[in-house]
């Protein structure tokens, strides 16, 4: 069987040849993809950067820590403590302690991204001064690296400062210091400090008190703004490359076992003949099986080589792009180089398995058939595989809409869906191909000449050469639509529940977000400017978060809103189920329906921002939604959130542009925006996650080039394969541009079939999506990537026709009578 394999090989080249690339590339992606996700394991341990140099830092509690009957649960707290007075009072008995401070900076011509800090805290970095001299005056400055230098004034949201003095940056930060006074009048919140003595002392003199942490070596590092920005971000990457690894994976095994599906079916007549030269249904099985394992070793092999080479190229990609951190490179992992050749070993063999049963059933009569019409291309495992598979995902919708309609907008499971759907639709294509071939041909059928009939009817009856090329253009059809629209969809939902809650005329913001370093957000006296804008009814809300246990054994942080109740109810309109928006008060929280108790009147036990925990009586409950609406609660149940957005509504008959003026006025020093509702809605249209959006074009991209490769493949399988038809089309009459023509047109129309296909899928999946928001009270229309799936079709077109025509075209240079009795 082996020899007989071998001198199959060299008769049948080019077939094996698609087969061998199909194969390979599979097993590079497959490669790459397990390569960057083992790489993104493991962060290596960051060294401590503002604080190299301290030789104590003490921290106040930032972890919620609570015990359950499974362990302890802990979070990280939205509003840090700061240490205790009274413990501060006892380190200064112990020696110099310096209080730090984070400021955000918004300054004209400035980076993004400047923090400020006191001017006591350089040494401990250390910074050096480069240039002039230390700040002394509350409006003088110290900034690091070369952008500025001494002399220079800066505009910033806190004022007008003059550059004093230059450090030499350090990579980690752009820092701008400033007179410990004047940082503890922008900052006056402060959790930690730098104490001058040994760490035995300061640990003695903690002691007992609730979450203060005494940090020392490397653990200062914990000290530094997001200290868990490297285990985070390859936290992102891992689900990146996930998703990634498992979509290509999806798309490689597809394509790989239908090509070799079609690659075994090509071949009947061949197998007839095998068979009546005496071959047993066994030795025709073997025969194919052995042909399979060749190309699968070799092909996986090269695979593996191939993946070693593009990984770097990836990772390179990843860091350049900034979804990476600077260090992170391709590891010496070894099990994604076994995963890929064992996997593409097996899919190889899988793929001809089922084929090879057809090939040992092949009658020897078949050898005598000359007909191209395809039979039996719809078997029963086929057609019953195809069917659970369509039932499950229909099912599995259905079940997921009445119970838990919100968990179709989880990532994982749009991302996953789709694959279902797909391989449904493939395993079915057999049925659907002849009637959608017919209906989409029949227009060309009509007019005048052969072509549009000889079209129709070719493709057809070629079910098997059809489906088979139809197939990488199903898959990337599918996976754009529903990848890019789904996510479309969602934030365009989002943004409809924005704006059918905003009841407000203007909304004012801050500088700086209540997320980033410091204490971003109005100061008291632009609030009172705010408050005493005419004609104007200001609600000032301010960013925290409250953490509830659900089942006991989970503890969940929600986001909330802080607000007084009367002037929230007037520029707000919260998708209340029940109770109202004006009986919250400093006893009780506004919740949402996903919360495991979410009936007004009720209480339940919650901890604070900062850790306290408190009961709280439920006076309202809102919709579940997207899953953005979160809690409100008081100000005093948000304890030390700044306020860093202001929602105003005009008074009956007000002047909007006069109100506007006031409002721009009276935030002109903070640096605040005043947009209108329109304006603000516009601003912050939810946009999908930089790090998902990247994984998505990742996938799209690599689906793209993996299908357009695979088709490019098939189609000059299947076109060579039609060389003895096409010279019987020249015998006939036909020249050879209309020959050529005719291939061109076949390609084109086995492509619609597949983007109509999976255009099918991906409308199914956006009808479940669309459903799920309906139930959660969000109705918004569907988004369609129109331009993207456009695009996908016609690269899909004209690579299709290059791959048919090229083949076709040389071998129209030989003589048609030539062609005509060369044996299949």
């Not at 597809?254 to 075994?264: D, H, L």
């Amino acid at each position: 069987m082996l020899s007989t394999a071998l001198r199959t090989l060299r008769t049948r080249w080019v077939t094996f040849v698609g087969s061998f690339v199909a194969l390979s590339l599979g097993v590079a992606l497959i490669a790459v993809m397990g390569l960057a996700l083992a790489s993104s394991l493991h962060a290596p341990d960051r060294k401590p950067e503002r604080f190299a140099a301290a030789p104590v830092v003490v921290k106040g509690k930032d972890t919620l820590r609570v015990r359950t009957s499974t362990g302890v649960r802990t979070r990280k707290l939205a509003r840090p403590r700061a240490v205790p007075a009274d413990v501060i009072a006892k380190l200064k008995q112990l020696g110099t302690v310096v209080v730090d401070r984070s400021i955000a900076v918004q300054a004209r011509g400035g980076p993004g991204d400047l923090v400020g800090h006191p001017w006591s805290t350089a040494a401990f970095a250390p910074y050096r001064l480069d240039a002039g001299r230390a700040p002394k005056a509350a409006d003088e400055v110290v900034v690091s690296g070369d952008r500025f230098r001494p002399g220079t004034r800066l505009r910033t949201d806190g004022g007008t400062v003059r550059v004093v003095g230059t450090v030499a940056g350090l990579g980690f930060e752009n820092a701008v210091f400033y007179t410990d006074a004047r940082a503890a009048q922008l900052a006056p919140h402060s959790v930690q400090l730098v104490v001058d003595a040994g760490p035995v002392a300061v640990r003695t003199a903690v002691r007992g008190s609730d979450g203060v942490q005494v940090l020392t070596g490397d653990a200062r590092r914990y000290a530094d703004a997001d200290p868990d920005r490297d285990s985070e971000a390859l936290t992102a990457m891992n689900a990146m490359y996930g998703t990634a690894g498992g979509v290509t994976g999806f798309v490689s095994v597809f394509v790989v076992a239908s090509t070799f599906a079609f690659t075994v079916a090509q071949r009947r007549r061949e197998f007839g003949l095998l068979r009546t030269a005496g071959a047993t249904p066994g030795q025709i099985r073997r025969t194919v099986v052995s042909e399979a394992l060749l190309i699968g070793v070799l092909a996986s092999a090269a695979g593996c080589v191939l993946g070693s080479y593009g990984a770097p190229k990836l990772a390179e990609w990843t860091v350049d792009e900034g979804l990476a951190p600077r260090w992170f490179t391709i590891g010496d992992s070894t099990w994604p180089y076994q995963l890929a050749f064992w996997t593409g070993l097996f899919v190889a063999l899988a793929g001809v398995l089922a084929a090879s049963w057809r090939a040992g059933r092949t009658r020897p009569t078949e050898a005598l058939r000359d007909a191209s019409v395809d039979t039996r291309t719809l078997t029963r495992g086929r057609r019953l595989a195809g069917s659970a598979l369509l039932l499950t995902a229909l099912v599995t919708l259905v079940l997921a809409l009445v119970n838990e309609p919100s968990g179709l907008l989880h990532r994982k499971t749009y991302v996953s869906r789709p694959m279902l759907l797909i391989t449904a639709v493939a395993l079915l294509a057999p049925v659907l191909v002849p009637a959608l071939t017919r209906l989409i041909a029949w227009l060309p059928a009509q007019l005048p000449g052969a072509t549009g009939m000889l079209v129709r009817e070719n493709a057809a009856a070629g079910v098997r050469r059809t489906a088979a090329v139809a197939a990488p253009v199903l898959v990337t059809v599918a996976l754009a639509g529903s990848l890019l629209g789904t996510t479309a969809t969602l934030n365009e939902a989002k943004a409809t529940e924005v704006r059918t809650r905003t009841a407000a005329d203007f909304v004012v913001t801050s500088a700086g977000d209540a997320g980033d370093v410091g204490d971003a957000g109005f100061d008291d006296a632009t609030l009172r400017k705010l408050h005493a804008v005419p004609d104007a009814e200001v609600s000032a809300t301010s960013a925290s978060a409250v953490y509830v246990l659900e089942d006991g054994v989970a503890l969940v942080r929600s986001e909330a809103r802080a607000a007084d109740p009367r002037p929230l109810a007037g520029t707000t309109r919260l998708p209340l189920v029940a109770g109202k928006t004006s009986d919250l008060d400093d006893d009780s929280i506004i919740v949402n329906e996903e919360w495991e108790q979410h009936t007004v009147g009720e209480r339940v036990d919650v901890w604070l921002g900062d850790g306290r925990k408190k009961s709280l009586r439920i006076a309202a409950v809102m919709t579940i939604g997207t899953g953005d609406n979160g809690v409100y609660v008081t100000p005093r149940n948000a304890p030390d959130a700044p306020v860093d957005r202001a929602d105003v509504r005009l008074a009956h008959g007000a002047d909007a542009t006069a109100v506007a003026a006031e409002l721009r006025d009276a935030v002109r020093e903070s640096g605040a925006t005043v947009f209108t509702t329109g304006q603000w809605v516009r601003s912050t249209y939810p946009e999908t996650n930089r790090t998902t959006r990247a994984g998505f074009l990742l996938v799209l991209g690599i689906a793209l080039l993996y299908t357009g490769i695979s088709l490019a493949n098939t189609m000059v399988m299947a076109t060579s394969d039609r060389v003895r038809e096409l010279a019987l089309l020249r015998l006939a009459g036909a020249t050879r541009w209309q020959v050529l023509r005719l291939v061109a047109a076949e390609a084109l129309a086995v492509v619609v079939v597949g983007g109509v296909l999976g255009a099918l899928v991906a409308a199914l999946n956006l009808a479940g999506m669309w459903g799920a928001l309906g139930l959660l009270s969000v109705w918004t229309p569907v988004e369609i990537p129109w331009a993207t799936l456009g695009w996908t079709v016609a690269a899909c077109a004209v690579l299709a026709v290059l791959s048919a025509v090229a083949p076709a075209a040389l071998s129209l240079r030989r003589r048609a009578v030539d062609l005509a009795g060369t044996p299949d």
